[in-house]
């Protein structure tokens, strides 16, 4: 059994990160749709619009995170765009199979115009825009007016805009682009980040009075848990679909 | 309560029973193999133990002069004495003197003997009573028997011993023309008052204790790891641990899942 998030699976195609679009993994579809419903309900008033998914350390999810909550969202009808904001470690485009050209650092440098910059995924609904060439130094993109001026374009076209960040225990990107969005969605490894870890980057972000709207167990395992997950697990099984992820 | 106090969170009743659920397997297998060997060793290794009782009747007689509570104090002190003396070395080397003569043991067998008689021989007596009760253990019926009526024995002739001139080698004898006693005040008090036999031999089948024990030391072996693995883990593993520590709400948990082609 491969995980869509494990570190030994690493030769996975990154476009097979995203559940939806493909069969199986109901239970996993579900959890996404679980956290859309969530976000939506954070979002019900047409307001907050830029969520920014953070985690404490790499290799946590995040993108895995950003990119099906994005295709989700799309599904129900918003329009999504998800922007690539870690300059040092992008990723995002392999998850939507695009090419990592035209993107917004080059779009901030004005290589590229807007309409080239975001570009259409696949998924209904679902628009990205990735990195694009390599950047130096981020913090310059990241407090440039330009940038507050494309969030404010992009809130106009898109229902949500879904950022996807550095760890805020490694960079510390997260303070600018704080300042951007209008909350948090944290992703903790399950049975994996140190509680340490969790306790300092929350500390961090709440002494920059980030508003944390949730989080995310990424890399779940429900016979580790202690917790009313476990009945859903049964629920899913009862209905068949997690027979179906075994024939997979 | 804030991140900061995460790690002051106890272990709830509901997290045990999880606990043991999540690791029933690890607890099984310890359990039995604990088992396993402890029924194999209570079983196949272990000999079983018999202990044979012989009895003795210490003859305290009433002091002609003092109160009954000097007799009283008289008799408990004769009946220590002699307890005291069934386990000296004089008495052991007497017994295994005698259980050479008149048993088929050899000369290469007196240090086993004498070793036994000091650590498989105990002696018990009440303050309320003039009985002394001589246990001895072995792991044969009939090697039990002839320690402890060995020991007792012993310890009868050396407290009936005449005194010797040490010139002549001839016993002393008093003016009234009768032998006189090593120990005057020991002599002809200590009496053989029955036997240990078959009849009074016991064996101890503590089998299923070992096997019990086993067992609890297997579950109590399996629990330790469980508790080290637990209070080791420094990582979220609920929901709701989370949610306590830090009051932020886990949206969903996403599970572990499938690759595939699309």
């Given at each position: 059994?491969?995980?869509?998030f494990?570190?030994?699976?690493?030769?996975?195609?990154?476009?097979?990160?995203?559940?939806?679009?493909?069969?199986?993994?109901?239970?996993?579809?579900?959890?996404?749709?679980?956290?859309?419903d969530?976000i939506?309900?954070?979002?019900?008033?047409?307001?907050?619009?830029?969520?920014?998914?953070?985690s404490?350390?790499?290799?946590?999810?995040?993108?895995?995170?950003?990119?099906?909550?994005?295709?989700?969202?799309?599904?129900?009808?918003?329009?999504?765009?998800?922007?690539?904001?870690?300059?040092?470690?992008?990723?995002?485009?392999?998850?939507?199979?695009?090419?990592?050209?035209?993107g917004?650092?080059?779009?901030?440098?004005?290589?590229?115009?807007?309409?080239?910059?975001?570009?259409?995924?696949?998924?209904?609904?679902?628009s990205?825009?990735?990195?694009?060439?390599?950047?130096?130094?981020?913090?310059?993109?990241?407090?440039?007016?330009?940038?507050?001026k494309?969030?404010?374009?992009?809130?106009?076209?898109?229902?949500?805009?879904?950022?996807?960040?550095?760890?805020?225990?490694?960079?510390?990107?997260?303070?600018h682009?704080?300042?951007?969005?209008?909350?948090?969605?944290?992703?903790?490894?399950?049975?994996?980040?140190?509680?340490?870890?969790?306790?300092?980057?929350?500390?961090?972000?709440?002494?920059?009075?980030?508003?944390?709207?949730?989080?995310?167990?990424?890399?779940?395992?429900?016979?580790?848990?202690?917790?009313?997950?476990?009945?859903?697990?049964?629920?899913?099984?009862?209905?068949?679909?997690?027979?179906?992820?075994?024939?997979? | 309560?804030?991140?900061?106090?995460?790690?002051?969170?106890?272990?709830?009743?509901?997290?045990?029973?999880?606990?043991?659920?999540?690791?029933?397997?690890?607890i099984?297998?310890?359990?039995?193999?604990?088992?396993?060997?402890?029924?194999?060793?209570?079983?196949?290794?272990?000999?079983?133990?018999?202990?044979?009782?012989?009895?003795a009747?210490?003859?305290?007689?009433?002091?002609?002069?003092?109160?009954?509570?000097?007799?009283?104090?008289?008799?408990?002190?004769?009946?220590?004495?002699?307890?005291?003396?069934?386990?000296?070395?004089?008495?052991?080397?007497?017994?295994?003197?005698?259980?050479?003569?008149?048993?088929n043991?050899?000369?290469?067998?007196?240090?086993?003997?004498?070793?036994?008689?000091?650590?498989?021989?105990?002696?018990?007596?009440?303050?309320?009573?003039?009985?002394?009760?001589?246990?001895?253990?072995?792991?044969?019926?009939e090697?039990?028997?002839?320690?402890?009526?060995?020991?007792?024995?012993?310890?009868?002739?050396?407290?009936?011993?005449?005194?010797?001139?040490?010139?002549?080698?001839?016993?002393?004898?008093?003016?009234n023309?009768?032998?006189?006693?090593?120990?005057?005040?020991?002599?002809?008090?200590?009496?053989?008052?029955?036997?240990?036999?078959?009849?009074?031999?016991?064996?101890?089948?503590?089998?299923?204790?070992?096997?019990?024990?086993?067992?609890?030391?297997?579950?109590?072996?399996?629990?330790?790891i469980?508790?080290?693995?637990?209070?080791?883990?420094?990582t979220?593993?609920s929901?709701?641990?989370?949610?306590?520590?830090?009051?932020?709400?886990?949206?969903?948990?996403?599970?572990?899942?499938?690759?595939?082609?699309q």
């Amino acid at each position: 059994m491969m995980s869509i998030f494990s570190k030994k699976n690493k030769k996975l195609h990154r476009s097979e990160s995203i559940v939806f679009g493909r069969e199986g993994n109901e239970i996993v579809k579900e959890a996404y749709n679980r956290l859309k419903d969530n976000i939506l309900y954070f979002a019900v008033d047409g307001t907050k619009k830029v969520i920014q998914v953070e985690s404490s350390t790499a290799g946590e999810g995040k993108t895995t995170t950003v990119s099906n909550l994005g295709v989700s969202l799309g599904l129900s009808g918003k329009k999504v765009v998800i922007i690539d904001l870690d300059f040092r470690k992008a990723r995002t485009h392999r998850s939507f199979e695009i090419e990592n050209v035209d993107g917004l650092s080059d779009y901030m440098v004005g290589k590229v115009s807007k309409d080239e910059m975001i570009k259409q995924t696949k998924y209904e609904n679902v628009s990205i825009i990735n990195r694009g060439s390599e950047v130096t130094n981020a913090s310059v993109i990241l407090t440039s007016d330009k940038l507050k001026k494309l969030i404010e374009e992009l809130k106009k076209d898109f229902d949500f805009i879904l950022l996807d960040c550095p760890p805020v225990l490694l960079i510390s990107d997260y303070i600018h682009i704080s300042s951007l969005s209008d909350g948090v969605l944290f992703v903790v490894a399950y049975a994996q980040t140190k509680k340490k870890q969790v306790s300092e980057a929350i500390s961090l972000m709440k002494n920059n009075n980030m508003n944390i709207i949730g989080a995310v167990f990424s890399f779940y395992d429900y016979k580790k848990s202690n917790n009313y997950n476990e009945y859903n697990y049964g629920y899913y099984n009862y209905y068949g679909y997690g027979d179906k992820n075994k024939k997979k | 309560m804030n991140e900061e106090t995460y790690n002051e969170q106890g272990i709830s009743l509901s997290d045990i029973f999880f606990l043991v659920k999540r690791n029933i397997l690890m607890i099984l297998i310890i359990t039995i193999i604990c088992a396993v060997a402890g029924g194999v060793y209570a079983f196949s290794i272990k000999k079983p133990v018999y202990t044979a009782i012989a009895t003795a009747v210490v003859q305290a007689e009433p002091t002609n002069n003092g109160s009954e509570a000097t007799s009283y104090s008289y008799s408990v002190a004769l009946t220590n004495t002699f307890k005291d003396l069934i386990k000296n070395i004089t008495v052991i080397n007497v017994a295994a003197d005698k259980l050479i003569e008149e048993n088929n043991y050899s000369e290469e067998d007196r240090n086993g003997l004498k070793s036994k008689l000091q650590n498989n021989v105990s002696v018990s007596s009440t303050t309320s009573t003039l009985t002394l009760t001589v246990s001895a253990n072995s792991t044969t019926p009939e090697e039990a028997i002839l320690l402890a009526n060995a020991i007792l024995k012993a310890t009868v002739s050396v407290v009936d011993k005449y005194a010797v001139n040490s010139e002549t080698g001839e016993v002393i004898i008093d003016t009234n023309g009768e032998p006189v006693h090593n120990y005057i005040i020991l002599a002809n008090k200590l009496k053989v008052f029955s036997e240990a036999s078959m009849d009074t031999t016991s064996i101890k089948n503590n089998k299923l204790v070992i096997l019990a024990v086993a067992i609890v030391v297997g579950l109590v072996i399996s629990f330790g790891i469980i508790l080290i693995k637990y209070l080791s883990d420094d990582t979220f593993t609920s929901k709701e641990s989370f949610e306590k520590a830090y009051n932020i709400n886990i949206l969903s948990s996403i599970h572990e899942a499938d690759g595939g082609n699309q």
